[in-house]
């Protein structure tokens, strides 16, 4: 079975969020994007310490799609450098697993152009 990533992103607001979560989906890039309550950020930028009102994404994708999930949220995100981080999922329920493989594109859809039944 391929491996399933959950990679996750910040956003500025709930509605940029749920943009790049319909999208993802519609893609079929993820199989499924959850968009989280807003949160308090505290990063380093620019040589001082920033603080942000966020809305965290959870994408849950095949290790496959990750170079396209990447290229998606950088092409549709608001920020100069997003957060794109990926973490591998080593164990779930099987039959969870095997849906996500499903509802995302395949190696062959993607190399065929299109979408069709993963595998």
């Given at each position: 079975m391929e491996p399933v990533l959950l990679v996750i992103t910040n956003l500025p607001d709930r509605e940029s969020a749920r943009k790049l979560a319909e999208g993802l989906v519609s893609?079929?890039?993820a199989a499924c994007?959850?968009?989280l309550a807003e949160c308090a950020s505290l990063?380093?930028?620019t040589g001082a310490v920033e603080s942000a009102v966020e809305t965290?994404?959870?994408i849950k994708t095949r290790a496959g799609l990750y170079a396209e999930v990447q290229a998606y949220?950088?092409?549709h995100h608001p920020y100069e450098v997003?957060?794109?981080i990926a973490v591998p999922v080593t164990a779930g329920h099987?039959?969870?697993l095997e849906?996500?493989?499903q509802e995302t594109r395949s190696e062959a859809a993607r190399a065929a152009g299109g979408l069709c039944d993963p595998g």
């Open positions: 893609e079929r890039l994007a959850n968009v990063y380093w930028w965290p994404v959870l949220i950088l092409a997003p957060e794109v099987p039959a969870y849906w996500v493989l």
